[in-house]
């Protein structure tokens, strides 16, 4: 019975099991985001398009004041150009309900960048079955959607989305691309590095690291190769890290930086080899509180490592390569942070937390990458007696059982069940009630004094910004600006039901 029961645990079952896993765990997320709608940064930044429209004004008008709202923020506030473009095309100004696309775009571009990225090293390059991939990336991407430190920020709130989870995923098809362009030379995936690397330099600082660090390794590592045709190939990636670093310069140079980031804000190599110091002990301290924080994250090392042990690659994986792969990979963990420890500032985490989901992203790529180094050198040069499908039962029925024991420390820092309380608390249906009922309230209110009922707390993982009773609030005067209202307030619920019920009766 057990030899039967054993033979059921096999690469395919694994990569079945992680997959449906994966994209069950996703449902209630998915499902939320298309209850989630605009808030904060999104009507100030799409209301310049939105008052465009409501004024009939022709493309080329509309263009046009896009692109003064677009310099007097490069002047007063932030350079990151890409995402600033972005932001001003926000989906609720053709719709509030458009604005659902926001958590499409956030899971498809992390999952499709992972999965390219973890494709083209495992399967294209180590020579693993589509099998083991599938296994893998499965189970790294529901420990980076269900752990992630914000997910407000990363995918829920468009703005964040386009700043961070999404330039993420573009810099890892970058990587790819770059792979891909050396063993090939096909030029579509120079286009698509260039195009990439033009579009980061202008976006969210921790990915314009990752996409510039990672494809500049590979270029180095063309050069390092024998055959001349590679080493002919590798020069080219110089222009699109050109492109980036010139597109990253006009970011960081931008005079509103300066208004933003003080009189320290600037340029100086005793900066420079603070910064390099800082990020290496914040990467490696961060690195390692992840273990601490979401405690189920050892067994992701664990399940892809004995996946590694038992499935050889088709490449010579030496002590040097795992080594190398371990201090570079590090490098590129901690020096995702150097932007922020340059400007000599703490993000404000509770309101975005992009950066930090970034980070957390990068370290769990960078954790899965090396169990698989470690397991595929081992693999080579030790004769792996185990009965592979006894040690994958045994593993699996160790995760279930762990999982069952300390069920409540584990799911109850998920996503997953964050959305499920908030779904089956009556909490999210309650939020659209409210929602519904102040887009009534603000439709047609052009010109008008609009009077709103407070909202309760109870948002769960959307990010949402509350209208208050002080009309020079943020949220107050960008809702103001989205709708084309004199003034916006807000009043306590049963306060407003009670004038709503006296003006019915006049």
Known sequence: ????????????????????????????????????????????????VKRAIADHKSLIETLRLVWEDFVNEYYTFQGTWSSQLLWRFEPSIWGEKLYIITIFIAIGSLSFGTMYFLYTILVK?????????????????????????????????????????????????AIASSINFLKTGKKRYMVIIALILFYLGGSGYPSVTVGGIGVAYFMLIGFFISESEVKSRAKYFII??????????????????????????GFSMTRVGLVFYRSIVKGIIGLFKYFIEVRPLFLLLIIVFTIALFNKTDIKISLKTVLLTAVLGLFLVCMTRSPEVFAGATVEAG?????????????????????????????????????????????????LLFCLVAGKYLIGNSLFYNCYTFISSGHLHDFEEQMQER??????????????????DEQGPIMHMPITEDPDNYTNR?????YGCKSVVAMDRAKWTEEQQQTIFR
């Open 351 to 399: 309101f975005s937390g992009g950066v930090y989901d970034t980070y957390y992203y990068v370290s769990l790529l960078y954790v899965t990458i090396m169990s698989f180094m470690l397991g595929s050198y081992i693999a080579q040069n030790k004769d792996i007696k185990l009965d592979k499908a006894k040690v994958y039962m045994g593993i699996i029925s160790f995760a």
């Open 240 to 265: 699109p890290l050109l492109i980036e670093a010139v597109g990253f310069i006009i970011s960081a140079i931008a005079p509103g930086n300066h208004v933003r980031g003080g009189e320290d804000y």
């Open 125 to 173: 390059n180590m020579g693993y079955s589509k099998a083991v991939f599938v296994a893998a990336s499965s189970l790294l991407l529901f420990f980076s959607v269900q752990y992630m430190p914000f997910p407000r920020g990363g995918l829920y709130w468009y703005t964040g989305m386009t700043h961070y989870t999404m330039p993420y995923g573009l810099a890892l098809i």
């Open 478 to 482: 960008v809702t103001r600006l989205f």
């Open 1 to 48: 019975m057990l030899k039967k029961l054993s033979g059921f645990f096999t690469e395919k079952m694994l990569a079945v099991v992680f997959l449906a896993f994966y994209i069950i765990s996703c449902l209630p997320v998915i499902y939320i985001g298309l209850f989630n709608y605009a808030t904060g940064d999104d009507l100030l930044y799409g209301s310049v």
């Open 439 to 456: 887009f009534a309230l603000l439709k047609d209110s052009e010109g008008k004094d609009v009077v709103v009922p407070s909202m309760n």
